[in-house]
């Protein structure tokens, strides 16, 4: 197809920095060539934070950069004339009404938008009477992309169900270094955590299992690695494993990415990740390409990836006892680790790679233009 007769989509979305879901599919969706084969293509970065803890919080400098951002964007519609505006914005809190009033403007220019939530929240806040007048206005006469079909009741008394579609996210695949675990090793377990360091994440719930465990007499180890967030430091977090008397079993290495994150994955046996506000969870699929059974919670689109049995096992949603239990039964069962963790590694090549995530993307999009 030549480039004149590709349809134009301007995207409008998260990039890193900071590192979080939406930036990272942001960041896939910008290097993506297969997307960039389908469309003329123009990328405009949404965020105006300029770090995890600068998340959720009012700056002064933020309305300036708001007010630039939708000049910018009212630019490019203009300039570009795109058929279609893909945007990933948020469901609640001031980034909400941002994107509110970005999506308004973009209605009154006559333009189609598709918008990709990687984020909950609107049931909680509906009874709201600003937040339920902006959430009529704000879904009229526009498509939405969700992670999983799951997180469709958080939003149902303003989306019909023929507005929205259902794309589950991706990872690239790539050669592990460790598909066929040792099982017959005499060393501890090793559990491994990986979140940026947010209470909803559910490491305090971690480490009260594993005090749990501990208090069992059960050998293992556990990796903590993630950034520090203005909800919990270092500092904050190292308090807590050393009250909890768990020195010697928890150990916090900080941010890891790239060849590094890949080396604790190598030596990882069981993946944990017992979040309590949750719309897909990526780090799940991580694990599971290494062939690492998963721990979770029910919480989104993590029940389309977590099948409690095969791939893992599902505890309970803010239940330390729940989770030390399901720890337990994989410390317990090497045998059981594997097969679960071959099943997974299965499971995620059937249905989350990134080939598959862009051929969905493609699909929702093609079926937004019209």
């Known amino acids: 197809m030549a480039i004149s007769e590709k349809p134009k989509v301007l995207f409008v979305l998260h990039l890193p920095p900071p590192v979080h879901g939406a930036a990272t599919v942001g960041k896939t969706i910008f290097e993506s060539d297969y997307i960039k084969s389908h469309y003329q293509c123009r990328f405009i970065n949404l965020a ?19 007010l630039h951002l939708k000049r910018k964007i009212k630019e490019a519609v203009i300039e570009f004339q795109p058929d279609l505006i893909y945007l990933t914005p948020s469901a609640v809190g001031l980034a909400f009404f941002k994107d509110y009033f970005i999506v308004q403007m973009l209605k009154r220019m006559g333009k189609k938008v598709l918008l990709h939530f990687h984020n909950k929240g609107v049931k909680q806040h509906q009874d709201n009477i600003i937040y339920d007048f902006c959430y009529k ?12 079909s799951y997180l469709y009741p958080d939003m149902e008394r303003y989306l019909k169900e023929d507005q929205y579609s259902v794309c589950f996210n991706g990872i690239p695949v790539k050669e592990t270094k460790q598909i066929e675990r040792d099982t017959s090793s005499k060393e501890p377990v090793n559990i491994m955590f990986l979140s940026n360091l947010l209470i ?12 749990i465990l501990k208090d069992r007499n059960i050998p293992f180890t556990c990796t903590v690695i993630g950034a520090e967030t203005n909800e919990i430091s270092a500092e904050t977090l190292n308090d807590y494993i050393r009250e909890n008397g768990l020195n010697n079993q928890i150990k916090y290495v900080g941010k890891a990415y790239g060849e590094e994150k890949d080396a604790y994955f190598d030596k990882t046996d069981i993946f944990a990740f017992p979040t309590f506000n949750e719309t897909f969870g990526l780090v799940l699929l991580e694990a599971m390409q290494y062939a690492i059974p998963i721990v979770s919670t029910p919480e989104g689109g993590i029940q389309d990836i977590l099948i409690d049995g095969k791939n893992g096992l599902m505890c309970k949603t803010r239940d330390s006892a729940s989770l030390a239990s399901a720890l337990q ?30 051929q969905q993307f493609v699909r929702i999009i093609n079926s937004s233009l019209n």
């Open 329 to 358: 039964r994989l410390i317990e069962n090497p045998e059981l680790r594997k097969e679960m963790g071959t099943c997974g590694k299965e499971i995620y090549l059937q249905k989350f790679t990134l080939e598959h995530f862009e």
């Open 48 to 66: 105006t934070a300029a770090s995890l803890e600068d998340i959720g919080h009012f700056r002064f400098h933020k309305l300036s950069d708001f």
């Open 137 to 148: 206005r704000f879904f009229k006469n526009v498509k939405v992309m969700l992670l999983s």
């Open 200 to 211: 909803a994440k559910g490491i305090y719930v971690l480490i009260d299992a594993c005090k």
